[in-house]
């Protein structure tokens, strides 16, 4: 009856993370599947170990899939968190969307003219380097001449305060020595 106490107090979050060990995976791959970061899909398996006394990740991996296993009808689980779980309120879409990469158009979408689709304007997300799920960054020209000229600013300011503080530290030096002799 303990052991059944244990694997109740773990998560959803705790046993997609086992599932993801036991069917070989890393815990990048985990968090990709989840949609996590992988140090959030490693402090999930240690809590995990902790909580079924296992011995390393593989072992709680391999505990959880018993339990699952000898578990006819899992019970319906607590919510991992205040206020549920959507996923359970709603069956799930019968035609998922299509994933759209920025940068890409979306082929046999309603009136495809084979156009590029429209890219959002915002100007506070125009970085000058490629976001997760984009081929590419999506700056004009005149963007990307505009970040070259506050990048080189910013070089040449952080260059000159360092020459500062080498001048006032080379001085400070040349005080300190005479001081002292």
């Given at each position: 009856?303990e052991d059944t106490a244990?694997f109740?107090r773990l998560?959803?979050?705790h046993r997609e993370c086992l599932?993801?060990v036991?069917?070989?995976?890393g815990?990048?791959e985990?968090?990709?599947d989840?949609?996590?970061?992988?140090?959030?899909?490693?402090?999930y398996?240690t809590?995990?170990?902790r909580?079924?006394g296992?011995?390393?990740?593989?072992?709680?991996?391999?505990?959880?899939a018993?339990?699952?296993?000898s578990?006819?009808a899992?019970?319906p689980?607590?919510p991992?968190?205040?206020?549920?779980?959507s996923?359970r309120?709603?069956e799930?879409?019968?035609?998922?969307?299509?994933?759209?990469?920025?940068d890409?158009m979306?082929?046999?979408?309603p009136?495809d003219?084979?156009e590029?689709t429209?890219?959002?304007s915002s100007?506070g997300?125009r970085?000058?380097?490629?976001?997760?799920?984009?081929?590419g960054?999506?700056?004009?020209?005149?963007?990307?001449l505009i970040?070259?000229?506050a990048?080189t600013?910013?070089i040449?300011?952080?260059?000159?305060?360092?020459?500062?503080?080498?001048?006032?530290?080379?001085?400070?030096?040349?005080?300190?020595?005479?001081?002292?002799?």
């Amino acid at each position: 009856m303990e052991d059944t106490a244990r694997f109740d107090r773990l998560t959803r979050r705790h046993r997609e993370c086992l599932r993801g060990v036991r069917q070989l995976k890393g815990s990048k791959e985990i968090a990709d599947d989840l949609g996590i970061e992988k140090s959030t899909v490693d402090s999930y398996l240690t809590e995990a170990v902790r909580l079924l006394g296992a011995r390393n990740r593989r072992d709680a991996a391999l505990r959880w899939a018993e339990h699952e296993a000898s578990v006819s009808a899992p019970a319906p689980a607590a919510p991992d968190k205040i206020g549920g779980d959507s996923a359970r309120l709603s069956e799930p879409a019968a035609v998922l969307p299509v994933p759209v990469v920025p940068d890409e158009m979306i082929v046999g979408a309603p009136g495809d003219t084979g156009e590029a689709t429209a890219r959002p304007s915002s100007p506070g997300s125009r970085l000058p380097y490629r976001r997760k799920g984009q081929r590419g960054n999506d700056l004009s020209v005149g963007d990307r001449l505009i970040w070259i000229q506050a990048i080189t600013l910013g070089i040449a300011i952080g260059f000159g305060m360092l020459m500062t503080g080498l001048q006032v530290l080379t001085r400070l030096i040349e005080v300190v020595t005479r001081h002292l002799s």
